[in-house]
């Protein structure tokens, strides 16, 4: 039955693989391995969030106009045709917006509850993004709802996918907080591994309330005279993201299908991977640090159960704790290891 939905696949669907491939390296292969229902509709959905994504990235377009392409973008998805070609040089998933009509032509093939989950998810991130276009991210309640219309939505609209397919319970379906708590995991991490590149874009998503205990100015954090207090607040950074973990762990353990359970683990236990090499890690403010490849294949491969992957997190957990024991003094110490601790649990 596998072949026979292979065989099937339009030439407009393999472009959409095309795309997939093209603009992730790592959710590309997690896609294709997932549960023959899930796999066009999760293509499709996430080439959607993308091209909202490219215009949200693009600094080049103005701002009264990106505001209109960000509102509107969920009604696109039904105007056969559409495409946007006006994208800066700069970005790299322009080819995607480009030939957008390919997104629209597959989006509208899906059976119309797959459409309405992934249209209403697009409306509500487009509205988001559009707030924080002017709203700067102050508190940490800021940073939250920024990373839920950006990440913890896709999470939502997931749970509501697998619910519709069939494969997992309804539960799951209706995991609203567990669900946007995979997506702020990821996000967060993402926001802490980027900082560098993102401040050189002017992009300043590390909340005032948190950067202003350890420097007077956010740049700061990216100049190395300020690397010992700067330090310290990417630690904070780290603790922030690491209160996600046990709802992560939850929302794992709810999870049926085996494909549906490697696509949603593997990239919180990549998460997990690369907090641990970027806590208490300098390098962090000036490049973008990676987990070494044969590592990340090894949580690929070992990311297959909820038993794995508990397993997983407390080798990492263990990291970090060794980490800290050879640190220099931080005001997150004690938080930290109160944290990562109760973790483990
Ligand atoms: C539909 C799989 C599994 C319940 C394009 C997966 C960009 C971290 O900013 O590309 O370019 O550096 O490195 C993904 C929850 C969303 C959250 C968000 C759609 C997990 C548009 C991923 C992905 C929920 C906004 C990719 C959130 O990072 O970012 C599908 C469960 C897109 C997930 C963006 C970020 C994703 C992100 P950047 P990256
Ligand atoms: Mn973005
Ligand atoms: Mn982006
Ligand atoms: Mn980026
Ligand atoms: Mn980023
Ligand atoms: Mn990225």
């Not at 603009?23 to 391995?33: K, Y």
């Not at 992934?118 to 800021?142: L, N």
């Not at 990549?270 to 070494?292: D, F, G, H, S, Y």
Request: glycine content about 4%; aromatic content about 8%.
């Amino acid at each position: 039955d596998e072949k026979t939905n292979k065989m099937d696949t339009s030439s407009s669907m393999k472009a959409c693989y095309n795309f997939l491939e093209q603009t992730s390296r790592s959710f590309a292969a997690v896609i294709q391995e997932l549960h023959p229902k899930l796999r066009d509709v999760i293509c499709i959905y996430y080439l959607v969030l993308r091209g909202l994504d490219t215009i949200e990235d693009d600094m080049t377009i103005n701002i009264p106009f990106k505001k209109e392409l960000l509102i509107n973008f969920h009604t696109y998805l039904y105007e056969i045709g559409w495409t946007f070609e006006e994208s800066g040089p700069n970005e790299k998933d322009a080819p995607l917006l480009v030939s957008f009509n390919i997104v629209i032509d597959e989006f509208l093939k899906l059976d119309v509850v797959y459409q309405n989950v992934i249209a209403d998810i697009t409306k509500e991130m487009g509205k988001g993004m559009t707030i924080y276009i002017e709203k700067r991210i102050t508190t940490i309640e800021d940073y939250d709802e920024y990373c839920h219309y950006v990440a913890g939505l896709v999470g939502i609209g997931l749970s509501k996918i697998f619910y519709a397919s069939g494969l997992e319970d309804e539960k799951v379906g209706n995991a609203r907080e567990l669900s946007n708590s995979m997506g702020l995991f990821l996000q967060k991490v993402n926001i802490i591994r980027d900082i560098n590149e993102d401040l050189l874009d002017n992009r300043r998503i590390w909340p005032t309330q948190i950067w202003s205990n350890y420097v007077n100015y956010i740049g700061d954090l990216i100049d190395e005279k300020n690397v010992l207090k700067s330090t310290q607040c990417l630690n904070n950074m780290c603790l922030n993201s690491l209160k996600h973990i046990p709802q992560v762990i939850e929302y794992l353990s709810l999870i049926r299908d085996p494909s549906v359970f490697k696509f949603c683990a593997i990239p919180q236990v990549m998460a997990i991977a690369t907090i641990a090499t970027c806590l208490n890690n300098p390098t962090v403010l000036q490049e973008n640090v990676k987990i070494r490849k044969g590592e990340a294949i090894r949580l690929i491969y070992e990311a297959s159960d909820l038993n794995n992957c508990q397993k997983i997190m407390i080798r990492y957990l263990d990291v970090m704790l060794k980490k800290l024991a050879n640190a220099q003094p931080d005001p997150n110490y004690d938080n930290l290891v109160a944290t990562i601790t109760s973790s483990k649990k």
